[in-house]
């Protein structure tokens, strides 16, 4: 192995003991972090009752309409030991089945890939800009339905976080109030920058490329129960003075709003 070689191997891997290389193989393995998932039309469902559920006939919380999670679609995950040799690969699939990752092939291609579901719990639903008008409208446009007309109904939202673009928090500022009243309560992140761009083929398959994300410790609103509002949080930085004073702002908006309620 040369000194100035800029991809070195290590030519007496192979004969390393087994349970050696196997927990290199481990070692080398990602980790998983939380994931943007984006959102999309068509994840407000109205499901009917079949006459054998235990709530059928039952109209004091009207017809079950609820954000059903498992239609927001999944992304992808490229792990390039999957590649390497059949010691490697059988690692990586172990550890994928491990974190309920199935492994698929991208269409058109030869890459293998691993798929990650949208997880409430740890994930966070991105808001492309061009879509913050149906995250607002859809839950509105499925009660107008026919069937729905009339009914008292409860909306059932899961979704515990969103991520929104600096951009799109400037322009929709005014509106945080309406994504409180259709989703409930929910922690907003904001991206210091752009959203990661969908690119149309992508799009077209239902496969995404899968963004991770990590908090970056930057300054917080919390609410306030007792003083019924929005406290910043405190030991927290902001390295942004535009976007400090844009989410001020939105602190400022959603108390005005919940003091309305």
Not at 65 to 72: G, I
Not at 224 to 251: C, G, H, K, W
Request: glycine share 4%.
């Amino acid at each position: 192995m040369s000194a100035s070689d800029p991809h070195p191997t290590f030519h007496l891997f192979p004969n390393l003991p087994p349970e050696l290389r196997h927990q290199i193989w481990l070692n080398a393995l990602p980790t998983l972090k939380p994931s943007i998932h984006f959102y999309h039309r068509g994840c407000w469902r109205h499901q009917p009752l079949d006459p054998s559920d235990e709530d059928y006939g039952l109209d004091d919380e009207g017809p079950p309409v609820s954000f059903r999670l498992e239609l927001v679609k999944k992304t992808w995950l490229e792990v390039p030991m999957v590649y390497v040799n059949h010691e490697s690969r059988q690692a990586t699939l172990k550890w994928a089945e491990q974190h309920g990752l199935p492994l698929c092939s991208l269409p058109d291609t030869e890459r293998l890939v691993f798929l990650r579901s949208f997880n409430t719990n740890i994930d966070a639903l991105g808001v492309p800009y061009e879509e913050w008008e149906n995250l607002i409208l859809e839950l509105t446009d499925l009660l107008s339905e026919p069937d729905l007309i009339n009914q008292i109904v409860t909306p059932i939202s899961a979704i515990k976080s969103f991520i929104l673009s600096e951009r799109m928090l400037k322009s929709c500022v005014s509106e945080l109030g309406d994504l409180f009243d259709v989703y409930g309560g929910a922690t907003i992140y904001i991206i210091d920058g752009e959203m990661p761009e969908l690119d149309a083929a992508s799009s077209a398959t239902g496969l995404l490329q899968s963004w991770e994300y990590e908090p970056s410790g930057g300054k917080g609103w919390r609410w306030d129960p007792e003083q019924r509002r929005f406290a910043v949080q405190e030991n927290t930085q902001i390295r942004s003075p535009t976007l400090y004073a844009l989410m001020e702002e939105a602190a400022r908006v959603l108390t005005e709003a919940t003091s309305m309620t």
